[in-house]
T-cell receptor
Framework: NAGVTQTPKFRVLKTGQSMTLLCAQDMNHEYMYWYRQDPGMGLRLIHYSVGEGTTAKGEVPDGYNVSRLKKQNFLLGLESAAPSQTSVYFC????????????FGPGTRLTVL | SQKIEQNSEALNIQEGKTATLTCNYTNYSPAYLQWYRQDPGRGPVFLLLIRENEKEKRKERLKVTFDTTLKQSLFHITASQPADSATYLCALDIGSKAAGNKLTFGGGTRVLVKP
């Protein structure tokens, strides 16, 4: 099992450009999450999904959109990138129900110039 | 809003000693609390979960306590080794099962174990 994978690993964008980050998991998990991690800020939840076809906003959703067309994939989109979106992005997944650990991907380092 | 505080200063400790990390929270009553380990350039990895009705949980050289009155969790690494050097994150649940098992993370405490 590959667990949670993310593509790309690194990306540099110019202000105003768009891009999509892809997250895939092979553990048949119902729940998936997108976080951003900034120095001194910890992990902050952007959007999450409780199942195929569903999405919901997290703590810092502005400037991002997500889609969960297939259970195993969770896409994070930036329509018009801004320097404030420079960060490391992590995807995670977990089984249905509370008390379940989250499995994280390796992260995507994004720089917006 | 919920606030989770971890000591932002790095913890330097001698090999073989016990490292103790603190996680304090306010404005919330979580049903459970989790601890994760994060190495540089990698995603967090789950270590332990403790429920609100549990006082203590152990896993090998790790021990977690949870005091819902003090709103505090302590994370202990006993007989620490250089390989334990990493950043340790605490996380609290902020939603029900219907809300997707959401977690709020603290900023993490970096631990450096010196030989």
């Amino acid at each position: 099992n590959a667990g949670v994978t993310q593509t790309p690993k690194f990306r540099v964008l110019k202000t105003g450009q768009s891009m999509t980050l892809l997250c895939a998991q092979d553990m048949n998990h119902e729940y998936m999450y997108w976080y951003r991690q900034d120095p001194g800020m910890g992990l902050r939840l952007i959007h999450y999904s409780v199942g195929e076809g569903t999405t919901a906003k997290g703590e810092v959703p502005d400037g991002y959109n997500v889609s969960r067309l297939k259970k195993q994939n969770f896409l994070l989109g930036l329509e018009s990138a801004a320097p404030s979106q420079t960060s490391v992005y992590f995807c995670a997944s977990s089984r249905r129900g509370g008390n379940n650990e989250q499995f994280f991907g390796p992260g995507t380092r994004l720089t917006v110039l | 809003s919920q606030k989770i505080e971890q000591n932002s200063e790095a913890l330097n400790i001698q090999e073989g000693k016990t490292a103790t990390l603190t996680c304090n929270y306010t404005n919330y009553s979580p049903a459970y609390l989790q601890w994760y380990r994060q190495d540089p350039g990698r995603g967090p990895v789950f270590l332990l979960l403790i429920r609100e009705n549990e006082k203590e949980k152990r896993k090998e050289r790790l021990k977690v306590t949870f005091d819902t009155t003090l709103k505090q969790s302590l994370f202990h690494i006993t007989a620490s080794q250089p390989a334990d050097s990493a950043t340790y994150l605490c996380a609290l649940d902020i939603g029900s099962k219907a809300a997707g098992n959401k977690l709020t993370f603290g900023g993490g405490t970096r631990v450096l174990v010196k030989p």
